[in-house]
Antibody, heavy 123, light 106 residues
């Protein structure tokens, strides 16, 4: 059974870059043939899909964030990462990583989630 | 856009409840999932493909619907069912979630 764990700073200043990492155990990013996603949850906007990435680096983004967003994958460490630039208070949320259940597609439910990491954007 | 109703429910153990999720446009191939989120926890997959129970989910949970109208039915409510339930459409990008229905007991 896969386990996912988010890590990163709890506090980020406005205009800076938010970087988060999701470390996966119990499954292999490089061989699972699945996409791995990021979702965030804030009181104002509820649950929001941020984007998803494959082991090759191929990714899909929410258009509302695309210009500020990038993903990376480190298969040697079995982790994937999110980078969100020019953050504002609107980016304050709990950030989750999750696995898409079906191979080779993001058109898929999310079957395993990390516990989430809270991020506050404030000076 | 996904809308869920009702926003809040206060029920009794043993009750049966129907949670509604409506989408602003038809969801291809019924690519709708339901998640259960307990306080302080991550969402947990309950139903995928509108009607397929996820692993480990009791038979008391069932999903139905097609097109733009979907329902999660929970039978014989138990105290452990207290949570917020979210629908999620993953057929049309960007994938979106409903605002949730909060279920608790009287």
């Amino acid at each position: 059974q896969p386990q996912l764990q988010e890590s990163g700073p709890a506090l980020v200043k406005p205009s800076e870059t938010l970087s988060l990492t999701c470390t996966v155990s119990g499954d292999s990013i490089s061989t699972s043939r699945r996409y791995w996603g990021w979702i965030r949850q804030s009181p104002g906007k509820g649950l929001e899909w941020i984007g998803s990435v494959y082991s090759t680096g191929n990714s899909f983004h929410n258009p509302s964030l695309k210009s500020r967003l990038s993903f990376s994958v480190d298969t040697s460490k079995n982790l994937f990462s999110l980078s969100l630039t020019s953050v504002t208070a609107a980016d304050t949320a709990v950030y989750y990583c999750a696995r898409h259940a079906r191979p080779l597609t993001t058109v898929s439910e999310l079957d395993f989630w990390g516990p989430g990491t809270p991020v506050t954007v404030s000076s | 856009v996904l809308t869920q109703s009702p926003g809040n429910l206060s029920l009794s153990p043993g009750d049966t409840v129907n949670l509604s999720c409506r989408t602003s446009q038809s969801v291809s191939s019924n690519y709708v999932a339901w998640y259960q989120q307990k306080h302080g926890q991550a969402p947990r997959l309950v139903i995928s493909g509108a009607s397929t129970r996820a692993a480990g989910i009791p038979e008391r949970f069932s999903g139905s619907g097609s097109g733009t109208d979907f329902t999660l039915t929970i039978s014989r409510l138990e105290p452990d069912d207290v949570a917020v339930y979210y629908c999620h459409q993953y057929g049309n990008s960007p994938y979106t979630f409903g605002p949730g229905t909060k279920l608790d007991f009287k």
